[in-house]
């Protein structure tokens, strides 16, 4: 049987912790000289991924 290939799209975008998966924030990439120092700032802070999606992530990376 072959090796289980995790998704390389998802990959990219999630790292998982010890206990939840991190995710990185949207509206992040251009465009944001309009956007406030608080908004920016605040989209810094890491993103979880919503406990209803943890499956279907861990299942792309191949960790479930």
Do not use: E, W
């Not at 790292?15 to 120092?37: C, D, E, P, Y």
């Not at 700032?41 to 960790?63: E, I, Q």
């Amino acid at each position: 049987m072959p090796k289980m290939k995790s998704i390389r799209g998802a990959a990219k975008r999630f790292k998982v912790g010890k206990n939840k998966i991190k995710r990185g924030s949207a509206f992040r990439s251009h465009i944001l000289t309009k956007m406030s120092q608080k908004r920016k700032r605040n989209l810094r802070a890491p993103g979880y991924v919503d406990s209803t999606n943890v499956t279907a992530v861990k299942k792309m990376l191949c960790k479930a």
